[in-house]
C-alpha cells in the first residue's frame, strides 16, 4: 500500500485535474446556449427560403433543373462526389469526432474520384495523417459558425457542381436530437430533391412578378437554401461538439469525484497504520528501555 506523501500527491494531482474538467464543463454548457440562441434566431429566415422556393416551383415546375439535375447518364462508377466533413477543432468531446470521421471513411472514401472537404482541425489532422487527400485550400474552423462562413462554403459548392467538377455533394454532421442525443449523419446538398407541391389557393405568389425573370430569380435563392442548410448543420455540430464535451467533462468529474473519495479511504488507512506503527515503536523502545534499567 502506497504511504500517506503518495496518497497526497495523487489526491493533489486528481483535484487539479478537476478544476480543469469542471470549468471545461461549464464552458461548454455556457457555448451550448448560445449556440442554440443563434440558430432558433435565423431559423424562420431559412424557413420563409424554403417556402419561398416551393412556392416558385409550383408556379413554373422546369425552373432550376441545373440544380435538380442528377446526370443520370454518368455512370455510378464514374460520378464525382464531394463530402464536406463537420468536425470539432478539439478534442475531449467523447465519440463526437470519431463518429463522425467514420461515415465520412465509409462514404467518401470508397472512390479516389472523391473529394473531401473537412471543417475542423480534429477531422484534418487525422486525414492528414492517414495520407488521405483533402483540399488545401478548404480550411474553415468549427468555432463560432457563422452565416457569413456557410455562404462561402455553399457557393463553393455550388460553383463546383455547376462547373461538373463534382456529380453530387454531401455534407457529414453532427445532428442534435435532444439534450443526451446527438447523431452523425450524411445528408446530400447536390442535386436537389423537388419538394413536394403546396396548395394551389394558398400560393400568394401567383400575383407576383419577377424581375428579371423567375429562373434568375430562383438561380439566386438557391445558394441562400444551400447556405441555410450548411448554417444549420454547422450550429448543430457546435452545439452537439460541446454538449459532447460537456457529457465528456461531467463524467470525468464524477469519476475524479469517485477516485478522491477512495484515496481519502486510503489515506486514512495508511494514517491510522502509520501512527499504530509509531506507537507500536514507542512502546517497544520503552519496555526495551525499562529491561535495560533492570
Known amino acids: 500500500m502506497a504511504n500517506s506523501r503518495e496518497i497526497q500527491a495523487r489526491m493533489k494531482s486528481i483535484k487539479d485535474t478537476m478544476k480543469i474538467t469542471n470549468a471545461m464543463?461549464?464552458?461548454?454548457s455556457s457555448k451550448l446556449q448560445k449556440a442554440r440562441k443563434d440558430l432558433k434566431n435565423t431559423e424562420p429566415y431559412f424557413y420563409a427560403i424554403q417556402d419561398a422556393l416551393a412556392k416558385i416551383l409550383d408556379l413554373s415546375p422546369e425552373t432550376g433543373n441545373e440544380f435538380f439535375?442528377?446526370?443520370?447518364?454518368?455512370?455510378?462508377?464514374?460520378?464525382?462526389?464531394?463530402?464536406?466533413?463537420?468536425?470539432?477543432?478539439?478534442?475531449m468531446a467523447g465519440a463526437y469526432n470519431h463518429n463522425v470521421i467514420k461515415i465520412a471513411e465509409n462514404e467518401a472514401l470508397s472512390d479516389n474520384k472523391n473529394m473531401l472537404f473537412v471543417v475542423g482541425q480534429v477531422g484534418r489532422r487525422y486525414f492528414e495523417k492517414k495520407n488521405i487527400p483533402v483540399d488545401i485550400n478548404f480550411k474553415y474552423t468549427a468555432?463560432?459558425?457563422?452565416?457569413?462562413?456557410?455562404?462561402?462554403?455553399?457557393?463553393?459548392?455550388?460553383?463546383?457542381?455547376?462547373?461538373?467538377?463534382?456529380?453530387?455533394?454531401?455534407?457529414?454532421?453532427?445532428?442534435?436530437v435532444n439534450s443526451v442525443t446527438f447523431n452523425?449523419?450524411?445528408?446530400?446538398?447536390?442535386?436537389?430533391?423537388?419538394?413536394?407541391?403546396?396548395?394551389?389557393?394558398?400560393?400568394?405568389?401567383?400575383?407576383?412578378?419577377?424581375?428579371?425573370?423567375?429562373?434568375?430569380?430562383?438561380?439566386?435563392?438557391?445558394?441562400?437554401?444551400?447556405?441555410?442548410?450548411?448554417?444549420?448543420?454547422?450550429?448543430?455540430?457546435?452545439?452537439?461538439?460541446h454538449n459532447a464535451r460537456m457529457m465528456a467533462m461531467q463524467t470525468a468529474t464524477d469519476a475524479a469525484k469517485d477516485m478522491l473519495k477512495q484515496l481519502g479511504i486510503e489515506f486514512n488507512r495508511a494514517r491510522q497504520a502509520a501512527i499504530t506503527q509509531e506507537i507500536t515503536e514507542v512502546i517497544?523502545?520503552?519496555k526495551a528501555q525499562k529491561n535495560k534499567m533492570r
Open 25 to 28: 464543463c461549464m464552458i461548454s
Open 184 to 241: 452523425a449523419e450524411i445528408k446530400q446538398l447536390l442535386p436537389l430533391k423537388k419538394v413536394k407541391s403546396i396548395n394551389r389557393a394558398e400560393n400568394n405568389y401567383q400575383s407576383c412578378y419577377f424581375e428579371p425573370n423567375v429562373d434568375q430569380v430562383f438561380d439566386y435563392i438557391i445558394p441562400n437554401y444551400i447556405a441555410g442548410f450548411v448554417y444549420g448543420a454547422l450550429v448543430e455540430s457546435y452545439c452537439s461538439e
Open 143 to 176: 468555432q463560432n459558425p457563422n452565416v457569413n462562413r456557410a455562404r462561402i462554403i455553399s457557393e463553393k459548392m455550388v460553383d463546383l457542381f455547376k462547373n461538373g467538377e463534382l456529380d453530387e455533394v454531401y455534407i457529414v454532421y453532427t445532428r442534435m
Open 69 to 91: 439535375n442528377e446526370r443520370e447518364s454518368i455512370p455510378k462508377k464514374e460520378r464525382k462526389q464531394g463530402y464536406i466533413v463537420v468536425t470539432a477543432d478539439k478534442g
Open 284 to 286: 517497544a523502545g520503552a
